[in-house]
């Protein structure tokens, strides 16, 4: 089988998997999916994916601490799992990072900047790609990211331009929720787009409009497993082996083959994460 697909942000470490793990390994070896990003959210799940890229030859870790685990987070703890991606050759990313708004109950707005921009700044400092998580948090989350020199001329000089001519600041917006014209901005800004699950929804009227507003050059699928389950999947435990549904979609949405999209998009992952292929 032709492995034609990358899911680009995947959490495959997760507890979800763990009791058909065998199982859920040969599932993937088996699918045209060729490679699999798995995505640390808190210093401990960044170390589950430094782990799961050792053993498996498709998958790829990021780094980084989510906004809801910021709490109690401290600088020293912080630098020792970043630095994992200056001494682990599989690691390419500094991710999941950002910012989320919609629960009361977690770390503040306030705390959540501070640790968003000193992850910004130290992926900025090591030109590592960066992944992004942005929940109801549009305009703080960009404002950090200009604030931080993600999109500086210098960043977008330590990295080749995109096939379309565009900068590349190596910015990815994983599992986009905002509009097509915030879209437009953030690769006018030299970023990249992810789509995943929700694109697939029926009444994913934004995301839909995103896919038909991005060029495809600017375009990377997901499945954020074992999240939001793409139909016909949805309501079940979403598989990095279910991004082939994205894909399908984004080819609906294109007006181009099913080949086409997961190509295109698996030569825009390896790109944005540097990985030769």
Same mark, same amino acid.
């Given at each position: %089988?032709?492995?034609?697909?990358?899911d +680009? !942000?995947?959490?495959i470490?997760?507890?979800?998997f763990? *009791?058909?793990? *065998?199982a859920?390994?040969?599932?993937?070896? $088996? +699918?045209?999916?060729?490679? =699999? %990003?798995?995505?640390? #959210?808190?210093?401990k799940? +960044? /170390?589950d994916?430094?782990? #799961?890229?050792?053993?498996? *030859?498709?998958?790829?870790?990021a780094?980084?601490v989510? &906004?809801?685990?910021?709490?109690?987070?401290?600088e020293?703890?912080? *630098?020792? =799992?970043?630095?994992s991606?200056?001494?682990?050759?599989?690691?390419?990313?500094?991710?999941?990072?950002?910012?989320?708004?919609?629960?009361?109950?977690?770390? +503040?707005?306030?705390?959540?900047?501070?640790?968003?921009?000193?992850?910004?700044?130290?992926?900025v400092? !090591?030109?590592?790609?960066?992944?992004?998580? #942005?929940?109801?948090?549009?305009?703080?989350?960009m @404002?950090?990211?200009?604030?931080?020199?993600?999109?500086?001329?210098k960043?977008a000089? @330590?990295?080749?331009?995109?096939p379309s001519?565009?900068?590349d600041?190596?910015?990815?917006?994983?599992c986009?929720?905002?509009?097509?014209?915030?879209a437009?901005?953030y690769v006018?800004?030299?970023?990249?787009?992810?789509?995943?699950g &929700?694109?697939?929804?029926?009444?994913?009227?934004?995301?839909?409009?995103?896919?038909e507003?991005?060029? %495809?050059?600017?375009?990377?699928?997901?499945?954020?497993?074992?999240? /939001? $389950?793409?139909?016909p999947?949805r309501?079940?435990?979403?598989?990095?082996?279910?991004?082939?549904?994205?894909?399908r979609?984004?080819?609906?949405?294109k007006?181009?083959?099913?080949e086409?999209?997961?190509?295109? #998009?698996?030569a825009?992952?390896?790109r944005?994460?540097?990985i030769?292929?």
């Amino acid at each position: %089988m032709e492995k034609i697909l990358f899911d +680009s !942000h995947a959490h495959i470490s997760d507890e979800a998997f763990e *009791d058909e793990k *065998d199982a859920f390994i040969e599932e993937i070896r $088996a +699918s045209q999916l060729k490679y =699999c %990003m798995d995505i640390g #959210s808190s210093v401990k799940t +960044s /170390m589950d994916c430094i782990e #799961s890229a050792r053993k498996y *030859d498709f998958c790829y870790a990021a780094v980084g601490v989510h &906004p809801s685990e910021v709490e109690g987070l401290t600088e020293s703890v912080l *630098d020792g =799992c970043l630095e994992s991606y200056i001494t682990e050759p599989k690691v390419v990313a500094v991710g999941e990072i950002g910012l989320d708004y919609h629960y009361d109950d977690g770390p +503040s707005r306030e705390e959540q900047i501070y640790w968003f921009e000193r992850q910004i700044k130290w992926a900025v400092d !090591h030109d590592a790609p960066i992944a992004i998580h #942005s929940r109801e948090a549009d305009e703080d989350t960009m @404002a950090c990211l200009k604030r931080c020199g993600a999109f500086s001329k210098k960043r977008a000089a @330590a990295f080749p331009k995109k096939p379309s001519g565009g900068d590349d600041c190596r910015v990815l917006l994983h599992c986009f929720s905002g509009s097509a014209e915030l879209a437009r901005q953030y690769v006018k800004l030299g970023a990249t787009i992810s789509l995943a699950g &929700p694109v697939t929804f029926k009444n994913a009227r934004k995301a839909v409009e995103v896919a038909e507003a991005v060029d %495809m050059d600017d375009l990377l699928i997901e499945t954020d497993s074992p999240y /939001m $389950a793409p139909v016909p999947m949805r309501g079940k435990v979403n598989k990095p082996v279910y991004v082939e549904y994205v894909a399908r979609k984004i080819a609906e949405i294109k007006g181009i083959s099913y080949e086409e999209a997961a190509r295109k #998009s698996l030569a825009n992952a390896c790109r944005f994460y540097g990985i030769e292929d």
